[in-house]
């Protein structure tokens, strides 16, 4: 399996997939979602207003199913039970939450054994490590969790020959794939995050120019409309879980890329009820201490 779709689009057909010079042709649209986060009841609702996955309603799911939200073991689950279901059109990608250590913090490896099992656990952190890290569509949007590259230079077949069946290393290209931010001001700075870079709109610029695509779609940080349009329409964020750990009041959003174009249209939605079972129930102690 390849980290980035090869082949032009034809007509109005979007065409993603991973294998290498494989075509998956999913009629004339997709949606894309962003961080979901353990919040299974917010998932399902999605699937309400958008319709389930299906080969003509095909999904993109921009990593960090798991964490925080207490409910990450029945998000993973239906993720993984679409995919078995449509392996050419649900498409998942790997967020820095779909990692060991993250998981250890944040919930989803004590949620799993206290519903599980340790070695049912294991299975996950195994399945994790093969998620691709990206995905281009019809060769004009690429798709990652975080964002762009402490460096410039960075190609397609450089993300290609990535070796990402592991823990995410603390820095080089894997990790900015799944850690990085954008900022408004053009150039680098260190990331508020203590890992990876932020990154300014000439870098996307110059990014997009040496790769010829258009522009990136990427998640990893709430958003108070669920979703937002950054250096000159060329960086868009979507974030798809709302009123993100029962605290910070935001929408939830999705995108809709359609035809030749890609155009994207933006799909806002709010929260839902569920069970109450409070977000980090089972997290590492201090963690769930700061989120009191």
């Known amino acids: 399996m390849n980290a980035v779709q090869q082949g032009e689009g034809e007509g109005g057909a979007i065409e993603l997939g991973f294998g290498p010079g494989k075509r998956t042709k999913c009629e004339s649209e997709i949606t894309i979602c962003g961080d979901t986060h353990g919040q299974y009841y917010d998932l399902l609702n999605i699937f309400e207003l958008n319709g389930l996955p ?9 990593g960090d199913f798991v964490d925080r939200g207490s409910f990450s073991v029945e998000v993973i689950l239906t993720l993984f039970g679409f995919k078995l279901l449509y392996p050419e059109h649900f498409h998942l990608l790997r967020g820095n939450h779909e990692t060991d250590n993250m998981n250890q913090m944040y919930g989803f490896e004590g949620e799993v054994k206290a519903k599980y099992t340790a070695q049912m656990f294991q299975l996950f952190s195994e399945v994790f490590q093969w998620l691709p890290l990206t995905q281009c569509i019809n060769n004009k949007v690429l798709v990652m969790h975080g964002g762009l590259f402490s460096e410039d230079g960075v190609t397609l077949d450089d993300i290609r020959k990535i070796d990402r069946n592991r823990q995410p290393p603390d820095s080089g290209p894997m990790c900015d794939l799944l850690w990085s931010d954008p900022q408004p001001q053009d150039g680098r700075s260190i990331s508020k995050r203590g890992v990876s870079c932020q990154f300014g709109p000439d ?90």
């Not at 299906?54 to 921009?62: A, C, D, K, R, V």
């Not at 940080?221 to 935001?250: L, R, W």
């Not at 995108?255 to 980090?280: C, N, Y």
């Open 54 to 62: 299906s080969i003509t309603n095909p999904y993109l799911f921009n």
């Open 203 to 292: 870098v996307t610029e110059r990014f997009l120019e040496q790769n010829k695509l258009q522009y990136i779609v990427r998640s990893h940080e709430v958003k108070a409309e669920g979703y937002e349009v950054t250096h000159s329409g060329k960086c868009i964020t979507v974030f798809s879980a709302p009123n993100y750990c029962d605290q910070m009041g935001n929408k939830g959003a999705y995108i809709h890329l359609r035809g030749s174009d890609l155009k994207p249209e933006f799909h806002q939605f709010t929260a839902v009820p569920h069970p109450d079972v409070k977000p980090m129930a089972y997290a590492n102690s201090l963690m769930q201490m700061g989120m009191m």
